[in-house]
């Protein structure tokens, strides 16, 4: 019987109950802990972005003066992206379940079955 990781310390709301939900349900090795952590921690950096973002102005001044993106809309999209690859590495159906399908979701699943599933050439052609 292996031992569940220890919560990180520090995590926020949404990073403590995607640590709780996955680890009650999945036995991780040490690789698949530290992508959890990552994971758990970057879900809390998205709330505080996002926090940052609504109590600010979509647009701000350029060096010119010129209305520029908010740099925090940036750092947000790079952090969303960081999530999808880190949950993507997991590779676990129960949090991948939790964001609306998509396309690229489903082919993404198919070809997981496919590749778990013995091929016909290895099992009775060779």
Do not use: F, Y
């Amino acid at each position: 019987m292996t031992t569940k990781p220890r919560r990180p310390t520090g995590l926020g709301p949404r990073g403590a109950r995607l640590w709780k939900t996955v680890t009650a349900a999945h036995e991780l090795d040490a690789g698949e802990t530290e992508l959890l952590v990552e994971a758990a921690r970057t879900l809390d950096l998205i709330d505080q972005l996002r926090e940052a973002l609504d109590a600010s102005e979509l647009t701000v001044p350029g060096s010119t003066g010129q209305s520029r993106p908010n740099p925090l809309l940036s750092s947000l999209l790079g952090a969303q992206e960081n999530l999808r690859r880190l949950v993507g590495a997991l590779d676990l159906p129960e949090v991948v379940a939790e964001r609306p399908p998509n396309r690229l979701e489903e082919m993404r699943v198919q070809r997981r079955e496919r590749q778990r599933e013995p091929s016909l050439r290895a099992c009775c052609l060779g």
